[in-house]
């Protein structure tokens, strides 16, 4: 089973970017559609945006235009451009595959923005 390993979160002003990576243990070449989800404290984990191995991409309306999903398949990893981020953008961040494969979640990179 892929494991899957999330970084580059941090702690960001209002405004600023963060890039999160996504490192995939095994090929993620034969997942159709890959996945970045988020949980903010006292809520479900959501879907922010998925990429397919064909290249078309969707996005939750709350991110659109201001967060970028893209997927290495050569390197196994995805990736999440997060530009003019907002202190409602502050959850854990998480990869999988969309659909969802539950046995195989990482333990996140946290996002905190805050002035």
């Known amino acids: 089973q892929v494991q899957l390993v999330e970084s580059g979160g941090g702690l960001v002003q209002p405004g600023g970017s963060l890039r999160l990576s996504c490192a995939a243990s095994?090929?993620?070449?034969?997942?159709?559609?890959m996945g970045w989800y988020r949980q903010a404290p006292g809520k479900e984990r959501q879907l922010v945006a998925a990429a397919t191995r064909g290249g078309s991409t969707n996005y939750v309306d709350s991110v659109k235009g201001r967060f970028t999903i893209s997927r290495d398949n050569a390197k196994n990893t995805v990736y999440l451009q997060m530009n003019s981020l907002k202190p409602e953008d502050t959850a854990l961040y998480y990869c999988?595959?969309?659909?969802?494969?539950?046995?195989?979640w990482g333990q996140g990179t946290q996002v905190t923005v805050s002035s």
């Open positions: 095994r090929s993620i070449f034969s997942i159709n559609a």
């Open positions: 999988n595959a969309y659909p969802a494969i539950n046995n195989v």
